[in-house]
Structure formats: structure tokens, C-alpha cells
């Protein structure tokens, strides 16, 4: 009876021990796991509250060409972190400093903006031992010295860490989400002063995995060509490569370049440094518009590109009177050497048949007069004219590229794109998607459906007027026939250029002339004329990809 009454006493005790064994294996397995997966996690936070940060890493993700290569935090400096308080007042520290570094006794003793202050090595220290209050770290950069892509990838206010134009700041919210790598400097807890001799620890960048980067369509490679051309020209403007298959983006330039780590300095400045002259400011086209009369004229009269028309030299159109490039004009002349000669005359002839309306009509389905949505903010929509400018004497305007017709350099690749692709317009970008900072893609950004914008026949008709162009026309200088030749049209366009007439230069085609490649758009601001100007840049970019097989 006992033994029957002492069991359910028995069986408590036995569930309460097992209650309590399980317990204290959760919480050891607990205590175990805080040690490992988060160990770093609280050693940080440790080191953050008996420390001074010093970040030796940008506190922004990677902004990366297609090939994954990094175009920002891809530079690195060794660099001398100096313990004012330290130094300040021993000779043969400040000394040491000036020695390995192209600081100055003034910037030393009287730098007021932190405790800690920063100087890049000029030579190495090897071996050589350091004074107290002296450091020395591999510093990354976000920009480097050459800038390379500026204008697409903008700049960041320091202050909060924002980005304030470009990539930057698009994708800001993303970019933000870096844990980055620091120095902690040991400081003193009551008044958090570095404390004289104390330790210091480098804390590295270990969240690997985090969508807080960004891949472009950007071609690291084609990029730097680019760049490198407009600069050997020593041009203002803008150039725009694509790929003809896909519709990515693989280069963009805008000049004059800027530095983006001292962005100040440019804000009083009229130079348009900060501009984007690729998307963000428009222009007159000049002749090259004529592609887009061509194309309306072929839509009302097919046969027309078999015409000849007669060229005196100038148009009057009531009291305009619009002068042909050629003064004396260039007599009877069939309309595709109107075109590749760029006639302002015929071409006038041929605005008029069509009216000013449908040249239009035709320049918005080509992408004028809106913006593309390539994925920058400063992207603008350019002008068309509309309404009562479009009556009169107006078309002799309209039919050469001038009068109120604006367009960018992008909108302008556009419409060679859908040549390029025999009438079909590809979906322009320069965004790939969000990806890890390792570079594995998070979120991969779909592009529009292709879509037929002029028929097959007429697209074909103004691709072999464009080679006529570069064989015999205003292009003929380019020659690129041993590496495939090319198809374009140049422009000159009338312009007020901080308020002084002058001529821009233009030359916007494709290579090589079949199964085309790449897009090039060349701006080349004060260039006079598109032949001289823009037709050179074009023509070494485009040897430059192919001699670097791109």
C-alpha cells in the first residue's frame, strides 16, 4: 500500500528533474551559441563602448561594373592614424610624422577637426619602430584619383553618410546597409579620452552576405577606353556606348570630369562639373535629326529615298532664309548623297512634303521629348516643339536638327539603337541589380519587352544612307573598314553656350557596319563640326574595343 501511495511522489520528482535537465541543456546550448555565431557580434559592442572609432572602410556598399569588377572602395592607402594629444608637444614626433608623410608642422599642432588625425604614408616604414600615439593602417577608399565614372556613380555628403546624386543616390538605402570595417583606439571610460599607450584593434568587414551593393550594366573596360579618348581630345561633352544586342549601357563620359571627394569646390563654379551631359542637359541635334525627317518622309512616301532634288545654296521660307552647308549650293543630288553629304536644302524640301507635325510625331516614337528611365534621377526629357511652333516657316527648322528641338546624348544612342536593330527598340539601362557585397545577385532588374517601333524596310534604307555617310559623306575620315567599318551621321548644331553663339559637334553610328556591336554617341560642346570634332573620338573608341576584344 505504501509503495502504491509513494509512486505518483516518485513520478513528480522524476519529470521535475527531467524539467529541470532540459532547462540547463537549453541554456548551456544557449550560452554556446552566443559564443560562437555571436561572438563577433558582442566583441564588437565590447570594443564599441571602451573605444574611439576611426572608420578605415567606407561605411557604403560596392558599386560594381558587369564583370563584377569594383568601382568604388577599390583603392588602398597605408595610412598613419596620429593621436593628436600625443604628439603635440614632442618634436620628435611631429618630426617622424613630416618625414613619412606630406603633413606640415601647421597641420599637425594645428588641426582642430578631430582628436585622431589622418595622414597617407609617402614612403615606407618597413621595420621601423613607432613613436607613442603613431599607428599605421591600409585605409580603403570609396573614390579613387582617376574618378572614373563619376557622373553615373555621383557623390556622397559625409556628413550623414547620403547619397546626393548618381548610384549613390538611387540606391542609398541599400547602399547604407554596411557594417564597415574600423580602429578602435582605447579610451579612458570616465572622460573618454584615448588613453596615452593604450591598445587598439582593427575590426574587419565580415557581413559578406548583405544585399548592400550594386551591380551596373558598366563595362570596367570599355569604361576607361572612353575616358581616356575624351581626354586625350581635351573636349567638353559627353559620350554613350550600349550594346546593341542587349540594350545595357557599358560606357557613359561626361567632361569636364570632377573630383568627387572635394564636391565643394565645384558648387560656385558655372563650369556644369556636376552635370551629367550625357542625360542631364540637352542640345540642339543639328543633322542629325534629319534620321528622324528620313524616317517620317519614308513612312508618307516610300519612294522618296530614290528622289533627286535640287540644292541652290539656301530655303526661304517666307522671311527665313536658311544657307545650306555648301555655299553655292550642291545642284541636283539624289536624296541619299543629300544625306550622307547632309544638305540642309534638300532636307528642308523633304520637311516641307512631310509637315512639321509628323517629323514630330515620328521624334516621340524614336524616344525624344521623354525621358528613357535608364535608372538616374537626373535624367531629363529634352524639348520638342508643339503647338503653334510648329506652324509657318518653322519646318525649316525643325527639318535640320534646330530652332526648339533639345535632345541628350542618351536619347540619341536610342534612336541609333533602334537602327542598329533593324527598327526594334531594346530597353536602355545601366542598373543590373542589388547584389551582395561579394558580388551574388539578390534582385536582378527585369527590362521592358522589345518592341517594333518603324518597319524593317525603312530602318534598313536609313542604315545604308548612314553607311553612304562614312564611306563618301561627312564621316568619310573614319576609317574603320579593316575592323568591320560603321554606319552614322554627324551633326553640327547652332547653339548659345554661356551666352555666346558657337556650334556643337555631333556623331552618333554603330560598329561594325553588319551585325553591329556597340553604339557610340559622341558630344563634343564648342566642337564646330561634327565631322572634325566627334568623328575622331568615335573612331578611336571604337578601334580601342576592338583591339581590347570587347
Request: aromatic share 8%.
Amino acid at each position: 500500500m505504501r509503495s502504491q501511495r509513494n509512486s505518483p511522489i516518485k513520478t513528480k520528482i522524476l519529470r521535475l528533474s527531467m524539467l529541470s535537465l532540459s532547462i540547463f541543456i537549453i541554456l548551456i546550448s544557449r550560452l554556446a551559441w552566443i559564443q560562437t555565431a555571436k561572438s563577433n557580434e558582442y566583441r564588437l559592442a565590447a570594443i564599441r563602448q571602451r573605444a574611439r572609432e576611426v572608420k578605415v572602410y567606407p561605411p557604403r556598399g560596392i558599386i560594381y561594373d558587369r564583370n563584377l569588377i569594383p568601382l568604388t572602395n577599390r583603392s588602398r592607402v597605408t595610412t598613419m592614424f596620429v593621436i593628436k594629444d600625443q604628439v603635440i608637444d614632442n618634436e620628435e614626433s611631429i618630426k617622424f610624422i613630416m618625414e613619412y608623410t606630406d603633413a606640415n608642422k601647421k597641420s599637425i599642432v594645428e588641426n582642430s577637426s578631430d582628436k585622431i588625425l589622418e595622414f597617407p604614408l609617402k614612403k615606407t616604414l618597413k621595420d621601423k619602430k613607432l613613436p607613442k600615439g603613431i599607428f599605421i593602417s591600409e585605409k580603403t577608399l570609396r573614390y579613387d584619383e582617376m574618378n572614373m565614372l563619376s557622373h553615373v556613380i555621383g557623390y556622397v555628403k559625409r556628413s550623414d553618410n547620403s547619397g546626393e546624386s548618381g548610384i549613390e543616390k538611387v540606391f542609398d538605402d541599400i547602399l547604407k546597409n554596411n557594417e564597415v570595417g574600423s580602429i578602435y583606439f582605447e579610451v579612458d571610460n570616465k572622460k573618454k579620452r584615448i588613453i596615452p599607450g593604450g591598445g587598439f584593434v582593427v575590426v574587419e568587414n565580415e557581413e559578406f552576405k548583405k544585399p548592400n551593393s550594386v551591380k551596373l550594366t558598366i563595362d570596367y573596360h570599355i569604361q576607361k577606353i572612353v575616358e581616356e579618348a575624351i581626354d586625350e581630345e581635351n573636349v567638353n561633352g559627353a559620350v554613350v556606348v550600349a550594346e546593341v544586342d542587349t540594350g545595357d549601357i557599358v560606357a557613359v563620359a561626361s567632361r569636364p570630369n570632377f573630383d568627387q571627394d572635394e564636391v565643394d569646390a565645384y558648387l560656385k563654379k558655372d563650369n556644369m562639373e556636376l552635370y551629367n551631359k550625357a542625360i542631364q542637359v540637352s542640345y540642339p541635334p543639328g543633322s542629325l535629326f534629319k534620321i528622324v525627317v528620313l524616317l517620317a518622309a519614308l513612312e508618307e512616301e516610300p519612294d522618296i529615298a530614290n528622289e533627286y532634288f535640287y540644292c541652290s545654296g539656301f530655303e526661304k521660307l517666307n522671311d527665313l532664309v536658311i544657307k545650306c552647308n555648301k555655299e553655292g549650293g550642291h545642284g541636283y543630288i539624289s536624296a541619299e548623297e543629300a544625306f550622307a553629304k547632309s544638305c540642309n536644302s534638300v532636307f528642308i524640301q523633304i520637311g516641307k512634303r512631310v509637315g512639321s507635325k509628323k517629323i514630330i510625331d515620328m521624334a516621340q516614337k524614336m524616344g525624344y521629348g521623354r525621358k528613357l528611365n535608364i535608372g538616374l534621377l537626373e535624367e531629363v526629357a529634352g524639348n520638342l516643339p508643339y503647338g503653334e511652333e510648329l506652324i509657318g516657316p518653322s519646318v525649316g527648322n525643325i527639318s535640320i536638327g534646330q530652332g526648339k528641338i533639345e535632345v541628350t546624348p542618351l536619347q540619341v544612342t536610342n534612336m541609333m539603337m533602334i537602327l542598329a536593330n533593324n527598327g526594334v527598340e531594346k530597353d536602355l539601362s545601366i542598373v543590373k541589380g542589388i547584389v551582395t557585397e561579394d558580388g551574388r545577385m539578390v534582385k536582378e532588374f527585369k527590362k521592358n519587352e522589345e518592341k517594333r517601333i518603324i518597319s524593317k524596310e525603312n530602318s534598313q534604307i536609313v542604315n545604308k544612307f548612314m553607311a553612304e555617310v562614312v564611306l563618301r559623306g561627312t564621316a568619310k575620315k573614319l576609317n574603320l573598314e579593316d575592323i568591320g567599318g560603321a554606319c552614322g551621321k554627324t551633326g553640327s548644331a547652332q547653339a548659345i553656350l554661356n551666352g555666346e553663339n558657337t556650334i556643337h559637334g555631333w556623331f552618333s553610328g554603330y560598329y561594325p557596319r553588319e551585325n553591329p556591336k556597340y553604339v557610340i554617341t559622341v558630344f563634343v560642346e564648342e566642337g564646330f563640326s561634327g565631322s572634325k570634332s566627334a568623328v575622331p573620338i568615335f573612331g578611336k573608341i571604337a578601334r580601342e574595343i576592338y583591339m581590347k576584344n570587347r
